[in-house]
């Protein structure tokens, strides 16, 4: 069936680094979205991988490994506002996306 | 408008009453989604609709409409809210399908009594 887990929380210290894993199992692939969500507030657009690799973006980076159905997000320079839900989804290459529940990131000075 | 909003912001309902949650985006965006997001689950598919002129069940289509007479808008309906229908809702827009970043609304918080 199709399945993505998340870890629901995570803690980490302001200026360091953390690393959010996702694992899928899903029918179809065709491709894998981060979305960060503050509490109280939409999700918004993180990054998308499609093929096996790293993607850097800023202080954040995305890999892929679609043999293993793994992903993982890499926040670097951590900064408090960085405190929020990261969400992984997957795209089986129709118009709906899998949805994992989320990682809650909480930030410590 | 700039992007994509919603309304109410949040509304209380009684169990058995008609609610139209209301979305409109400015983005000219073929397709559109409604989600539902509830504590400890992930985003939750309700209805989606590809383009203008028609749409689509998602993952939880039961008890919930929804029409997409224009490419602005898509409203979703409950025909007669349960309790169980309290949760968030989300709507959404892309330009085109599922690998296309989607764009989402402030979202609203519906309570079924």
């Known amino acids: 069936g199709q399945n993505i887990d998340q870890p629901t929380e995570m803690t980490a210290t302001e200026g360091a680094i953390v690393q959010i894993n996702c694992t899928y199992q899903?029918?179809?692939?065709?491709?894998l979205f981060w979305y960060q969500q503050h509490a109280g507030e939409a999700p918004t657009f993180l990054s998308y991988n499609v093929l096996d690799g790293l993607e850097e973006k800023g202080r954040f980076s995305s890999f892929l490994s679609r043999s293993k159905g793994y992903s993982y997000l890499l926040l670097k320079e951590l900064q408090m506002k960085d405190s929020a839900s990261y969400l992984c989804a997957v795209s089986e290459g129709n118009y709906q996306l899998i949805w994992g529940a989320g990682t809650k990131l909480i930030i410590k000075p | 408008i700039a992007g994509i909003t919603q309304a109410p912001t949040s509304q209380i309902l009684a169990a058995g009453r008609r609610m139209t949650l209301r979305c409109t985006q400015d983005m000219r965006h073929n397709a559109m989604y409604w989600y539902r997001q509830d504590l400890g689950l992930g985003l939750r598919l309700i209805h989606y609709?590809?383009?203008?002129?028609?749409?689509g069940k998602g993952e939880v289509p039961d008890g919930y409409s929804v029409s997409r007479a224009n490419t602005d808008d898509f409203p979703l309906t409950l025909a007669s809210a349960v309790p169980s229908q309290t949760s968030v809702y989300f709507c959404?827009?892309?330009?085109?399908?599922?690998?296309?970043?989607?764009?989402f609304g402030p979202g609203t918080r519906l309570t079924v009594l």
């Open positions: 959404a827009s892309s330009d085109g399908g599922s690998v296309d970043e989607q764009f």
């Open positions: 899903t029918s179809g692939f065709n491709g």
């Open positions: 609709s590809n383009t203008a002129g028609t749409t």
